[in-house]
């Protein structure tokens, strides 16, 4: 966003329902089945380090972008899609 024009306030917030992905940002090392992948592509600890980005959880049926990667039933659809919206703050 900087190199647009808009300098974030502080770091930019990341949600994941993913603990293992949040545990291997914070370890700043790759877990067990991942160790195949060569440290160069871990991209996201390094903006991590620096301060730009933060890792937080949220709870599956909370993240609002299961609704365009996971087929849902119609209540958290409908949930997610009206939060998306304006709907809900």
């Known amino acids: 966003?900087?190199?647009?024009?808009?300098?974030?306030?502080?770091?930019?917030?990341i949600y994941k329902d993913n603990q293992a992905a949040i545990l291997m940002v914070n370890a700043n090392q790759p877990t067990p089945p991942v160790q195949h992948v060569d440290i160069q592509w871990f991209a996201i600890n390094d903006w991590k380090e620096v301060g730009d980005i933060v890792m937080h959880f949220i709870p599956g049926m909370l993240n609002p972008s299961n609704d365009l990667t996971k087929p849902l039933g119609w209540v958290l659809h409908t949930r997610h899609a009206r939060r998306r919206m304006g709907y809900y703050t």
């Open 1 to 13: 966003l900087t190199e647009l024009g808009f300098p974030p306030d502080g770091p930019t917030p």
